[in-house]
């Protein structure tokens, strides 16, 4: 159970807070390459508790500036996209991509004032296809990350992101909780084959998991230079354990664990728009080959953790990436399959996950939980943000994370003879040559 400081301090990640001091030390996936269009038309985002606009200059730089005018506070929404800048149809001042006014057209030229004006404004670089910004104090800029998937061939990969309503954190636990697979992604019976099968698709080796019948799994956890790296320990055949071993690393990224063989891998990253809603991106790769067509059918079906079905788009932050099912529809609930056959009859295990995180509240209240130890790695994860924060605070140290090597890692599942250290027989399947 947190106390009330360490909850806020989890929760708040707006500037001047502790938790959005320490994120704004990484850099943060802003919107995809493709959104946007050299000379088109902005898009609203949301990222720690700031509005922005993302745009693509006719040069085709990618920017990134807060979204009210420094003039008299309009939107740069309307803002037209020049080959260095944006312009704001109010009055036509432009801004560079640093957040320099380059011309005040309304003022006379002997005023001068354009120098006196800096807009927020944050650097922004493309890899992987993504556009990523850094949103803190330029003295302690990094190299961008170096995630796995962000050196692949784009045939290799599967990118998709949508709008949440609740804190990050709630998410970002369900990204590291292994126990919640037997219930809530589950059949009611867990030898029924036919529904174990239909869960293979997912890719998470959650139909592995489920077979074993083991429904409690034993947690261990370990502190890394990266964040966490998580064990949860089920029994299975012949003198062995069936090991998820889930990644963590800050300030918002999971990694849960793949099938055994021939691994088609995947992330999250929880980013936070502001106290009450995040980002939700999930990506898939295959690190040796492009993902066949079938593959990329079922990620795209709604199935698996993607979310790809959303409403009319409306005129807001991710108003385009807004799911289709909401509260009000009980998420698509299938309430026949939900008695008869699943554990939860909301189709999808992204939606499954988020359903269940949405229905705590924007902002959960921990000091009202119970935990016990299948929380485990929760409390671990909990801990280790907390702490970097405060400690970022004192001036105590830097956070973890920072060097983009350390992102040289997957997640994985393994059969283990009981007798064996876990940590030591994972070594070669979690760490990635450099």
């Known amino acids: 159970m947190l106390t009330r400081e360490d909850n806020d301090i989890l929760t708040q990640v707006g500037p001047g807070t502790p938790m959005g001091a320490l994120m704004r030390r990484y850099w943060v996936p802003v919107v995809l390459s493709s959104e946007l269009e050299a000379g088109g038309r902005t898009k609203r985002v949301r990222i720690l508790g700031e509005s922005m606009v993302a745009f693509r200059t006719t040069r085709g730089e990618a920017g990134l500036l807060g979204e009210t005018c420094s003039h008299r506070r309009v939107s740069l929404y309307y803002g037209r996209v020049e080959p260095d800048g944006l312009r704001c149809c109010y009055h036509g001042w432009k801004y560079g991509l640093d957040g320099r006014c380059l011309e005040m057209p309304n003022e006379s030229p002997e005023t001068d004032f354009k120098h006196a004006v800096r807009h927020p404004a944050y650097p922004c670089r493309e890899r992987g296809g993504v556009v990523w910004a850094f949103m803190g104090d330029p003295a302690h800029m990094t190299d961008l990350p170096d995630f796995e998937w962000l050196g692949l061939a784009d045939n290799q990969r599967f990118i998709s992101k949508y709008y949440q309503s609740n804190n990050y954190f709630q998410a970002l636990e369900g990204g590291i909780d292994s126990s919640h697979i037997s219930f809530l992604h589950a059949p009611l019976d867990a030898t029924d084959r036919t529904s174990l099968e239909s869960l293979e698709k997912a890719g998470f080796g959650v139909d592995t998991a489920v077979g074993t019948t083991d429904r409690s799994p034993r947690f261990e956890v370990v502190d890394t230079d990266y964040g966490v790296m998580i064990g949860a320990r089920r029994n299975a055949p012949d003198d062995h354990y069936y090991w998820r071993i889930t990644q963590f690393l800050m300030p918002f990224y999971t990694m849960p664990p793949p099938q055994d063989e021939d691994p088609i891998l995947h992330s999250h990253a929880w980013v ?126 830097d956070p973890p994370g920072l060097d983009p090597k350390l992102h040289h890692v997957r997640a994985t599942s393994v059969r283990l003879p009981n007798d064996a250290a876990w940590v030591e027989a994972v070594q070669d399947r979690v760490n990635i040559a450099s």
């Not at 079922?298 to 909401?326: K, Q, W």
């Not at 189709?347 to 509240?361: I, K, L, N, V, Y």
């Not at 929760?378 to 801990?383: D, N, Q």
């Open 272 to 397: 936070p728009a502001d106290d009450e809603h995040l980002i939700n991106w999930t990506i898939t790769w295959h690190p040796t080959r492009p993902l066949r067509e079938e593959e990329l059918a079922s990620l795209a079906d709604g199935f698996s953790s993607h979310i790809t079905r959303f409403g009319p788009p409306i005129n807001g932050p991710y108003g385009d990436v807004r799911p289709e099912a909401t509260p009000d529809d009980d998420y698509g609930m299938d309430w026949e399959a939900h008695r008869t056959r699943m554990f939860c009859g909301i189709p999808g295990f992204g939606m499954q996950d988020r359903a269940m995180t949405e229905s705590q509240g924007p902002i959960f209240d921990r000091t009202r939980e119970r935990l016990g130890t299948s929380d485990t790695a929760i409390i671990k994860v909990r801990k280790c943000l907390i702490d970097s924060a405060r400690m970022l605070r004192e001036g105590q140290a």
